[in-house]
C-alpha cells in the first residue's frame, strides 16, 4: 500500500517561505490519484490546502490561494508545497495525503497519509 | 469558524452508542458524499468512513455513517475506551471549491 512521507524544514521565520516535500512510495504518483496537502494548527482542526494532479493541474483553497504553489516531480515520485509570507498563524503540522476521487468532488476523500511535519513559524 | 458543524464533544459510557452529528448546507453535504476521519492526537487522521457510509478494510462495525439532507452522522456502537479520540467528518464543497471538515468532536469514553 502507498506510504508518503513529509520533509523539510520544521523552523522559519516571519515572511520566509515555507517548502515541504512528499515523497511517495510504493505507488505511482502518476497512478490517476490526486495529492493534497492538509495542515492542522496546535489544537485546532484539519485545514484543506489544495490538491495536485500529475499533469500539474492545481486546485488551491481560497483562503490560501494566494500564497500556495504546489509542484510535482513524476520522475522523483514525489510533490512539494510552497507557501509564501508565512506569519505565526502558519504554525502547524501540515499533512500530505492521496486522493481518491470520482465525480469531481461528489466522491472525494484522503485515504492514505503521510505522519505530518511540524512547521514553526517563529 | 468550520464550514461542517460538529460537537466540540460527546460522550458516553462503554458498551453504549454515541452518535456525532455534522451540520452543513447544499453545496456539501447535499451534493456530495461525505466522509469521517479518526485522529488520535499526535498522529496522522484515518479514515473511517467514506462515501456516507462506507467502512475502509480494517475498520471496526461499530462505526456506521449515515446523511440526510444537510446533515450526516457518525454512530460509535458498543463504545470501547480505544475509541477516546477526535473524530472529523468531511465533503467538497462545490460552493468553495474546496474540501472542508468539520471542527472535530472528541469522544469521551466516561
Known amino acids: 500500500q502507498p506510504q508518503l512521507q513529509e520533509s523539510g524544514p520544521g523552523l522559519l521565520k516571519p515572511s520566509g517561505t515555507l517548502s515541504l516535500t512528499c515523497i511517495v512510495s510504493?505507488?505511482?504518483?502518476?497512478?490517476?490519484?490526486?495529492w493534497s496537502w492538509v495542515r492542522q494548527a496546535p489544537g485546532k482542526g484539519l485545514e484543506w490546502i489544495g490538491e495536485?494532479?500529475?499533469?500539474?493541474?492545481?486546485n488551491y483553497s481560497p483562503s490560501l490561494k494566494s500564497r500556495v504553489t504546489m509542484s510535482i516531480d513524476t520522475s522523483k515520485n514525489e510533490f512539494s508545497l510552497r507557501l509564501d509570507s508565512v506569519t505565526a498563524a502558519d504554525t502547524a503540522v501540515y499533512y500530505c495525503?492521496?486522493?481518491?476521487?470520482?465525480?469531481?468532488?461528489?466522491?472525494?476523500?484522503?485515504?492514505?497519509w503521510g505522519q505530518g511535519a511540524l512547521v514553526t513559524v517563529s | 469558524q468550520s464550514v461542517l458543524t460538529q460537537p466540540p464533544s460527546v460522550s458516553g459510557t462503554p458498551g453504549h452508542m454515541v452518535t456525532i452529528s455534522c451540520s452543513g448546507s447544499?453545496?456539501?453535504?447535499?451534493?456530495?458524499?461525505v466522509n469521517w476521519y479518526q485522529q488520535v492526537p499526535g498522529t496522522a487522521p484515518r479514515l473511517l468512513i467514506y462515501?456516507?457510509?462506507q467502512r475502509p478494510s480494517g475498520v471496526p462495525d461499530r462505526f456506521s455513517g449515515s446523511k440526510s439532507g444537510t446533515s450526516a452522522s457518525l454512530a460509535i456502537g458498543a463504545l470501547q475506551s480505544e475509541d477516546e479520540t477526535d473524530y472529523y467528518c468531511?465533503?467538497?464543497?462545490?460552493?468553495?471549491?474546496?474540501?472542508?471538515f468539520g471542527g472535530g468532536t472528541k469522544v469521551t469514553v466516561l
Open positions: 447544499s453545496s456539501n453535504i447535499v451534493s456530495n458524499t
Open positions: 495525503a492521496r486522493v481518491t476521487a470520482s465525480g469531481g468532488g461528489w466522491m472525494y476523500y484522503f485515504d492514505y
Open positions: 495536485i494532479y500529475h499533469s500539474g493541474i492545481t
Open positions: 468531511a465533503a467538497w464543497d462545490n460552493g468553495l471549491n474546496a474540501y472542508v
Open positions: 510504493y505507488v505511482s504518483i502518476s497512478s490517476g490519484n490526486w
Open positions: 462515501h456516507n457510509d
